[in-house]
């Protein structure tokens, strides 16, 4: 891995290098944060320290390139948005289906036990019911 001092040298390339890992950094802590995660749970999952995180999310460290794939995948993400595969900076299209969150919390209930997943699932159903009800319409 290398230092952080190596993202302080005057090249042009260094100046590169260090504004893609601070974009980087800023990405990989919005969608931690999104999801609802903290550095701890996600460094213990990709097996770094959470001040190696740290170091990644403020672009003070460059990560690994093997280490994407795996933090993409925490993250549910793909590798492309992690990475920002836009070097011009255009806003990629919105892509349809779940909001992000949502997205997270409904594969993370599919890694629950099945018994736990109808409870969730019947608290879900309540709730819908129930704001069905309050805008005066069944779901």
Do not use: C, W
């Not at 390339?13 to 996600?42: C, H, N, P």
């Amino acid at each position: 891995m290398l230092t952080a001092s190596l993202l302080h040298q005057g090249s042009p390339m260094a100046v590169t290098d260090k504004a893609f890992y601070q974009a980087l950094g800023q990405r990989i802590a919005e969608t931690r944060k999104a999801r609802g995660f903290t550095q701890q749970q996600i460094a213990d999952q990709l097996g770094i320290a959470q001040q190696t995180l740290a170091h990644y999310e403020g672009g003070r460290l460059r990560i690994a390139a093997a280490l994407l794939p795996p933090l993409a995948k925490v993250l549910s993400m793909p590798v492309e948005d992690l990475i920002g595969d836009d070097p011009a900076g255009e806003p990629r299209p919105a892509r349809r289906g779940p909001m992000p969150k949502l997205q997270q919390q409904l594969e993370r209930i599919q890694h629950l036990p099945k018994t736990t997943q109808r409870v969730v699932m019947q608290m879900l159903d309540a709730v819908i019911n129930q704001a069905g009800a309050e805008e005066g319409r069944s779901p």
